[in-house]
């Protein structure tokens, strides 16, 4: 890959998280460098989800650092992960079923957007010309995703495939400078898979977003991604290249196990 | 001080009441998590039933019997016409739905039984049991003690119910996991039709105790109304929670009606009575700043 | 070429932004305002403004404002009526107690003070949901109600609470009549529904929406829930404080707060929920549904008992008509969730194809 890996952007430390009894996550510690692709592969239940929901604030480990841009934290609420450049997309599909697509990458855009509620209700210049310019953006992310034809649809109303592509169109509406990706693939037949990995390296490389990306694909996995982490009953088992990972003895009995 | 305790006292046993009332709610809750806002309106259901089927020349317990039939049919029918085609709804809309329903019963029902208050009566006399009083000078009705009796009863049975016969251990796995249930071999469906017909009990018995109290009449789903903030207290999963929730709400809210006012008026002259009202109300919502998921309620973290 | 949009081609965003997009619907709409603004008041008896339209309209007001709150932001109240009741007492007092202040700004205070309450009661929604929530807009319903009843300051030491409103004078001029108040009334609601479709068409809605399907990919994406939830709570507070202030001194003249009961709040909810959930003009639908079905009832009933000869009484008309309210309920939950809203929607789209049904 020619693309220009950069210094770490995020860093992860010695991270734990509790529900309950639960342990998802215990004292785990990575790092993400800026414009790579980072994958988090594991079991089901091995905490990978948790793991994203730490990183834009969704969660609030009870133990370790969070150090995103230089600036280290303990806790942080997800809109200022989102005012900060992070956005994602969710396991179980998160869209607002109730509003078109179009409306929902709209949302995308909500930070951006300055104008007040009174200056809406009035229709003021500042809200309209905003409405405009930011319309104008999000259609140019729905011709990336070649969802043209559907963006006066309510989302509720679309196959699954459409659905992952329309969250990720709405996470990029936020022009975001990292961006998780929770399972983006899973469920998807082979040509919508092909179309997801094209999106994501694209995005990657002509945004020059850094992803951070969780996939039980192994073949996309070893495909796109730059770095790999491994988790396994909330444990980091494993921590390095593609080859490094798959080569790895206890990430091979963690897959072994689990498959069993 | 006996003043005190006599008002204390009295405010528990009322408290019984509403916890007979919240109990329903929990129920219907835990096994499939509808909010049945027509809880309280099922009690006056029942309490009607029972009535009109008495006016009509049944004796008392041939009444209860048919009483019980019309709650378990109607908890049915229920499941069957209008829950269950909302399934996939967001919980909102079951709420609202059962809205509905509460207002379909409290049309319905007087135009059956007949609208005009009643008085009920189960044959215990509401007066002080005098060998509380002769020892410690303080007034406790026998019907009271009574209704707590019952209540106790009724707790009990439920809970030996759901721990040792098979419908009852399927639902509270229903509660914890609908998948699990499934395993057990009953289907969902049937679970929950049982689960209204055993709220549909609760309401009967609810609405006797309710209704020989307070005689029978529109104004009883006022009351039941207090059940919610019961709920928010105790937590709307817990058994144990809607008992001290209505407890808690009985006895501060005659609390409060004795001994607030008097304060109000020498703060700002006027007449201040009615403060049991919404004192409940008030009441759950600071209980809400401080503990959203009640007494015994357990911290949830949406899952994403 | 009755209904078309063939041929009306959006040559720029602003275009296909534009409130009605459609040029039938622009021309509907002009001829909907010429009816109600002009042809209305040359006809309609002092019967017709004073017990149906401008009941109509306050109520529309009122479901407009809950359906903000439940149907655009998802936040169940139950207390709709209370914060009228505020919106009521309110004006009256602004009325009363500042000299020469004009009455629209006594009507616009109204709505603030409502909204100032409103938000008092919506702070619990930053930690409950659902019924919970629901639970909590009980309070309002129920302390409001009973502190303008307690309080003698309030009501200027009538008894037992009533207050009887002052005039609405505006420029000089007295708005006595029911068509005066009618047209009083018609304004304000015009330009409050054009305000709410505003909001809800840009981001303020969307936010609110947003909240409302999913909050946590809502807080994910950059929206703050707690002021999001607190703004739905206030404007929609607002929207019912100036019903409610429109309906002591443009509709029943004289008010009391056990008016403003928990059967109101029920009504005003039921509005929303037949009218449409999250549609504008479903709530001005659900308003009409609501308050036209008792007065069919009380026509026909009658009528029909004596028909079949059964006996009859008015209890029995009350009954049937909560009856059928909680049977509509569930109803259209079921079958229509959207409500008459999208049933007019479905019409028109036919219509768009007719008479090609394709
Ligand atoms: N909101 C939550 N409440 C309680 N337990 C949770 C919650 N989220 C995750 N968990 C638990 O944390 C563990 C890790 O889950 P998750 O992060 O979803 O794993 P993965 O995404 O790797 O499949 C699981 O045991 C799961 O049950
Ligand atoms: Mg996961």
């Known amino acids: 890959m020619s693309k220009k890996i950069g210094d770490v952007i995020l860093d ?30 594991g079991p089901n239940g091995a905490g990978k989800s948790s793991m994203l929901n730490v990183i834009n604030g969704v969660y609030h480990p009870q133990e370790g650092v969070i150090v995103f841009r230089g600036q280290e934290r303990k806790r942080m609420e997800p809109h200022h992960a989102a005012t900060q450049g992070i956005a994602r997309t969710f396991q179980n599909i ?22 007040n509620f009174l200056e809406h209700a009035l229709w003021l210049g500042r809200a309209r010309r905003e409405e405009l310019e930011h319309r104008k953006k999000v259609e140019e992310i729905i011709d990336f995703l070649e969802i043209q034809h559907i963006r006066r649809t309510p989302v509720g109303r679309l196959p699954y495939g459409l659905q992952k592509r329309v969250e990720l169109g709405r996470a990029l509406a936020a022009e975001p400078s990292m961006l998780l990706l929770d ?11 092909q179309d997801m990995c094209r999106f994501i390296l694209d995005v990657n490389d002509q945004f020059g977003a850094t992803i951070v990306l969780i996939e039980h694909d192994m073949g996309v996995v070893m495909d796109i991604s730059d770095r790999v982490v491994v988790l396994d009953y909330g444990k980091k088992i494993g921590d390095g290249l593609p080859d490094e990972v798959k080569n790895n003895e206890d990430v091979i009995t963690a897959y072994l196990g689990a498959s069993h | 001080m006996q003043f005190f305790m006599e008002v204390l006292i009295g405010g528990l046993l009322s408290g019984v009441m509403y916890a007979l009332v919240a109990l329903g709610f929990v129920l219907i809750y835990k096994a499939s998590g509808v909010f049945n806002f027509a809880q309280g309106a099922m009690v006056y259901l029942a309490a009607l039933s029972v009535v009109g089927c008495m006016e009509k020349g049944a004796p008392l317990w041939l009444a209860i019997i048919l009483a019980f039939a019309i709650m378990t049919l109607f908890g049915i029918a229920t499941e069957k016409f209008v829950l269950r085609k909302l399934v996939n709804q967001p919980p909102i809309a079951l709420f609202m739905a059962t809205i509905g329903l509460a207002f379909f019963i409290e049309g319905l029902a007087p135009m059956v039984f007949g609208s005009a208050p009643r008085a009920l009566d189960l044959g215990i006399v509401d007066e002080p049991i005098p060998a509380i009083l002769d020892a410690w000078g303080i007034v406790i009705s026998k019907f009271d003690l009574v209704a707590a009796g019952v209540a106790a009863l009724l707790v009990t049975t439920l809970a030996l119910f759901f721990q040792y016969t098979r419908i009852g251990r399927a639902l509270r796995a229903v509660a914890d996991d609908h998948q699990a249930a499934l395993s057990i071999g009953i289907p969902l469906q049937h679970i929950w039709a049982i689960v209204w017909g055993i709220a549909g009990f609760v309401a009967l018995v609810a609405g006797l105790m309710w209704g020989a109290r307070n005689g029978v009449q529109f104004a009883l789903t006022f009351t039941a109304l207090k059940a919610l903030p019961v709920l928010i207290i105790g937590g709307f999963t817990s058994v144990p929670g809607a008992i001290v929730g209505g407890l808690l709400i009985g006895a501060s809210e005659k609390l409060a009606e004795i001994y607030l006012p008097p304060v109000m008026q020498s703060l700002f002259g006027g007449n201040f009575g009615g403060i049991e009202g919404w004192f409940p109300y008030v009441l759950a919502l600071f209980f809400l700043l401080v503990r959203p998921e009640g007494l015994f309620g357990e911290k949830h973290i949406d899952r994403v | 070429m009755i209904y078309r949009e063939a041929g009306q081609f959006k040559t720029s ?65 139950l207390g709709s009526a209370a914060f009228m009741a505020v919106g009521a007492y309110a004006a009256y007092n602004f009325q009363l107690r500042i000299d020469g202040i004009p009455i629209l700004i006594s009507f616009g205070f109204a709505g603030l003070t409502a909204a100032g309450v409103g938000i008092l009661f919506g702070l619990p929604s930053l930690w409950i ?3 919970y929530l629901a639970v909590a807009t009980l309070a309002a319903q129920f302390f409001i109600v009973w502190c303008l009843t307690k309080f003698p300051w309030f009501s200027n030491y009538s008894s037992s609470g009533v207050i009887s409103a002052q005039k609405v004078v505006i420029l000089g001029h007295e708005f006595a009549s029911p068509r005066e108040k009618y047209l009083l009334v018609l304004s304000i609601v015009a330009v409050m529904a054009l305000a709410a479709k505003n909001m809800v068409r840009s981001s303020t809605g969307r936010a609110w929406m947003a909240v409302r399907d999913m909050d946590v990919a809502a807080a994910v994406i950059g929206i703050r829930l707690m002021p999001t939830k607190l703004l739905a709570f206030a404007v929609s507070s607002f929207y019912c404080g100036v ?20 059967d109101m709040s029920f009504r005003i909810l039921f509005m929303i929920i037949i009218g449409g959930v999250g549609s504008i003009l479903g709530s001005f639908l659900g308003a009409a549904f609501i308050l036209l079905l008792p007065i069919f009832l009380d026509i026909t009933l009658p009528w029909a008992a004596g028909l079949l000869g059964l006996p009859f009484s008015n209890a029995t008309v009350s009954h049937i008509q909560i009856l059928l309210f909680g049977t509509l309920i569930m109803f259209f939950l079921i079958v229509e969730p959207h409500g008459l809203a999208r049933l007019w929607q479905i019409g028109k789209e036919k219509l768009r194809l007719w008479p090609f049904p394709h």
């Open chain 1, 12 to 41: 992860l430390q010695n991270i734990s998280l509790r529900f309950g009894g639960v342990k998802a996550l215990t004292d785990i510690s990575f790092d993400v460098r800026e414009h790579e692709i980072r994958a988090i592969i």
């Open chain 1, 94 to 115: 998160a869209l607002f079923k109730g509003m078109s697509v179009l409306d929902n990458i709209m949302t995308g855009r909500i930070t951006r957007m300055k104008a």
């Open chain 1, 183 to 193: 399972e983006p693939m899973a469920g998807m037949n082979v040509e919508e898979k």
């Open chain 3, 13 to 77: 965003y602003a275009a296909d932004q534009q409130l009605f997009p459609i040029r039938q619907d622009r021309i509907g709409i002009l001829i909907l305002l010429a009816v109600v603004f002009l042809a209305i008041p040359g006809i309609a008896s002092e019967y017709w403004f004073s017990a149906i339209l401008i009941p109509f309209l306050i109520f529309s007001l009122a479901a407009l404002g809950l359906n903000i709150l439940t149907g655009y932001a998802g936040q169940l109240s």
């Open chain 3, 129 to 131: 949901k659902g019924f």
């Open chain 3, 243 to 262: 019903a409610g202030a429109l309906y002591a001194f443009c509709y029943l003249g004289s008010v009391e707060p056990d008016g403003f009961s928990l």
